[in-house]
């Protein structure tokens, strides 16, 4: 017998490999280690579906299987956070043998992330880039929404400084948010 | 940020959360405020908004260049995951499972043609089928046709088993069932399942015609709008149904249309109206 929830995972899992596997690449800055831990997490996804409430938000739900296990593959490695930064041109870059301009801008932005220290790294890529709130951020990553927020103000900071693009401050509009919902 | 605070200032974090549109409307005015009045707070605004970037497009090469035929194939490879392609691809037509939520103490089968219905339901196929708002109906009108008057023949009458069942079908549905709501005059009610279909709970109630064999009602909570009897026949059996206050209702038998249709008025006014 199966429940509707142990369904929804069986059925979810397949939708979401390739999210999976990518929030995968950036925490363990390699692909091929990515392909292990998506597989690690499907397997206790599947063990754990009796676990999951069916109509919730299944992604958040298998990214933080997918999180549990990299930390403790982490710790079990002493590996300390924060060393290790893969070369980013081996990790994040496209890997597209036309490289027009956009690409290029992506490359440029996939590299100034990847210069990001670990904890503001990931931050920010599952606020800006999946479009986790600050609250679900907050509870996926085990931390206070004072320390999502303060460590997506730092990425900001060090990301202004190397340039981008250059604000009008003397304008009063206000500043619409940039972020996926 | 402590100074800016105690100036009370809009901090770095406030001024982060202002750009991501985190802030209640409140805050979000208070640092309106500040940005219309103060070239300070405005330069801060100006440097955090510098380090946008167009991340979600940046990323999105990462996420077409992911492995999703070689994950898929680790995935089918699962002993614990049970793919439905080979389900899929047979045009045989398929019944959903229909869970067991809970045993009802008498719910569970007695005699030898009792085992025989529930090797039969247990072997059919798990895909889900299409979901329509009428595909519940398709589905218990075929488990309909598995029951047999021999089988309810074998179930011993046992009222206060039947009221117990009644009132536990009641709570998980949320419907008043009664022994009077439910009764259908000249049939005698053998046994009650809760079962559940796409997540919902799905209550049958199962009577014997002497002449026609058996009848079902069932009542299932699928929260579809209200809609008045209809009738309509499946796989042999004639069937009325109606949906009130997100139930939906139908009664099911080989038992002929103008014979059904004065039973499941009389349950249509005491249950719903």
Request: proline fraction near 10%; charge should be negative.
């Given at each position: 017998m199966m429940l509707a929830d142990q369904r929804e995972v069986r059925d979810g899992l397949a939708a979401y490999l390739s999210r999976l596997w990518r929030y995968a690449v950036l925490l363990v800055g390699r692909h091929d280690a990515a392909e292990d831990l998506v597989q690690a997490t499907c397997v206790r996804a599947l063990e754990r579906s009796h676990q999951f409430i069916a109509g919730s938000r299944l992604d958040r739900w298998l990214f933080a299987i997918l999180r549990s296990i990299w930390l403790n593959d982490l710790r079990s490695r002493r590996v300390r956070e924060g060393e290790g930064v893969e070369d980013a041109e081996a990790v994040l870059?496209?890997?597209?043998?036309a490289r027009i301009e956009t690409d290029m801008l992506a490359a440029q932005v996939l590299r100034e992330v990847q210069a990001l220290p670990q904890a503001q790294r990931e931050t920010l890529f599952l606020v800006y880039?999946?479009?986790?709130t600050y609250r679900e951020a907050a509870q996926l990553l085990g931390v206070p929404i004072g320390t999502v927020m303060s460590r997506l103000a730092s990425a900001r900071e060090r990301l202004g400084k190397l340039g981008g693009k250059l604000g009008?401050?003397?304008?009063q509009k206000s500043i619409s948010a940039a972020r996926p919902r | 940020m402590s100074d800016a605070e105690a100036l009370g200032r809009p901090s770095d974090t406030d001024l982060v959360a202002y750009l991501d549109g985190e802030l209640s409307p409140y805050r979000r005015d208070w640092v309106a405020a500040h940005l219309a009045a103060d070239d300070g707070v405005r330069a801060c605004l100006a440097r955090l908004a510098n380090g946008a970037r167009p991340f979600r497009e940046a990323f999105e090469p990462l996420l077409a260049q992911a492995p999703v035929a070689r994950l898929a194939t680790m995935l089918d490879g699962l002993p614990t995951y049970r793919p439905t392609r080979a389900e899929r691809r047979s045009s045989a037509p398929r019944w959903p499972r229909l869970g067991l939520v809970a045993a009802c103490a008498a719910g569970l089968f007695v005699g030898a043609g009792a085992d025989r219905l529930l090797v039969a339901m247990r072997a059919t196929v798990t895909e889900q089928a299409?979901?329509?708002?009428?595909e519940w109906r398709r589905v218990v009108a075929g488990y309909v046709t598995l029951y047999t008057p021999e089988t309810l023949a074998a179930i011993p009458d046992d009222s206060a088993a039947r009221r117990r069942e009644l009132a536990g079908l009641s709570a998980k549905l949320d419907v008043p069932l009664s022994a009077y709501d439910t009764a259908l005059p000249g049939?005698?009610?053998k046994w009650t399942q809760l079962l559940q279909y796409d997540g919902k709970p799905l209550g049958e109630m199962v009577y014997a015609d002497p002449q026609s064999g058996p009848v079902m009602l069932c009542v299932f909570a699928d929260g579809e709008a209200d809609a008045a009897p209809r009738q309509e026949r499946r796989n042999g059996l004639n069937i009325v149904y109606w949906s009130a206050k997100g139930r939906a209702f139908m009664l099911v038998g080989r038992m002929a249309e103008a014979d059904l249709r004065p039973l499941a008025d009389g349950i249509y006014r005491r249950l719903t109206l």
């Open positions: 870059v496209y890997d597209g043998a880039v999946e479009g986790l009008a401050p003397a304008e | 299409e979901e329509q708002p009428d049939l005698a009610l």
